[in-house]
């Protein structure tokens, strides 16, 4: 049974998103970043892990956001870029629990954001059994969830992390649902991650049907711009990464495509927000 179901919603005590207490801009905004880093075993010729690995580090670095959504992250491609991460919390096992299989967690900046709470549960129709498969699903998905707080005061958000299925349509759609069902408490709500699906697609207009917003299409209506690149695309290919918000104002959104140097950091490219809680 998912966590809402559960738990009390103690934001309702806060009266939805107040703002914060703070003396400087920077203290009222919540940075954000969602990044499928392609899994490190794939046969990808030039593009494999080794050869990149520096610039997923440099994408990170250049960001530092205050929560990071990584997707197919191996162990061992999360312990490489352990320095990178050095002062950001992990959350949440890998799909097929523990350390197995891919990561499609969350990562939090510690000296910005309080963990108030956290959890996970599997895609699935039975999202508390561990590295359960759902559906027409070609493998167990999963998503992660945290009620942070930025430690400069005020209230808090619920941000998720995940990774739809790559093959069954309606895994995507009863994903959707259960990620929507999980949040409809929160005043304030993120959900970010490698969702298969591009806006128009059925996963996603059930998002936008709940008052849910893609944060780049607010910010930047007229782009065209892609998140699959596939190694090639410097247009960055179908947008199928996102970051939906519900509750709160974005005030920055971008897609950091195309190559660095002579090569691309993952054949996703990262998506970035911004979100002002004042």
Not at 36 to 50: F, M, S, V
Not at 109 to 120: H, K, M, P, Q, Y
Not at 243 to 251: A, E, L, N, S
Request: proline share 4%; aromatic share 10%; net charge negative.
């Amino acid at each position: 049974m998912l966590h809402a179901l559960l738990l009390p919603w103690f934001l309702l005590t806060t009266n939805g998103c107040n703002a914060l207490q703070a003396s400087s801009s920077a203290d009222h905004e919540l940075s954000v970043m969602t990044f499928n880093i392609r899994y490190g075993t794939a046969a990808d010729g030039e593009h494999a892990w080794p050869a990149r690995r520096d610039r997923v580090e440099e994408r990170i670095l250049s960001q530092m956001p205050d929560l990071l959504a990584i997707q197919e992250g191996l162990n061992f491609q999360l312990n490489e870029l352990a320095e990178a991460l050095a002062g950001y919390r992990k959350l949440g096992q890998h799909r097929g629990g523990g350390k197995i299989g891919e990561f499609s967690g969350l990562y939090v900046r510690e000296d910005r954001v309080e963990v108030l709470s956290w959890g996970e549960f599997w895609l699935s129709p039975t999202p508390g059994e561990v590295a359960s498969r759902g559906w027409d699903a070609a493998l167990p998905r999963m998503a992660v969830w945290a009620e942070v707080q930025l430690r400069s005061g005020g209230s808090a958000v619920r941000v998720y992390g995940t990774h739809f299925d790559h093959r069954g349509g309606q895994a995507r759609l009863q994903s959707s649902e259960l990620m929507l069902r999980d949040a409809a408490g929160a005043p304030c709500a993120i959900a970010m991650g490698d969702f298969n699906a591009g806006e128009d697609s059925a996963p996603v207009q059930a998002f936008f049907r709940e008052g849910w917003k893609s944060a780049v299409a607010v910010m930047l209506p007229s782009d065209p711009r892609g998140t699959f690149n596939g190694f090639r695309d410097s247009t960055g290919g179908r947008r199928i990464d996102h970051i939906f918000f519900r509750g709160i104002k974005p005030i920055q959104a971008d897609i950091l495509g195309g190559r660095m140097g002579d090569l691309f950091p993952s054949d996703h490219d990262a998506v970035v927000a911004r979100f002002s809680l004042d």
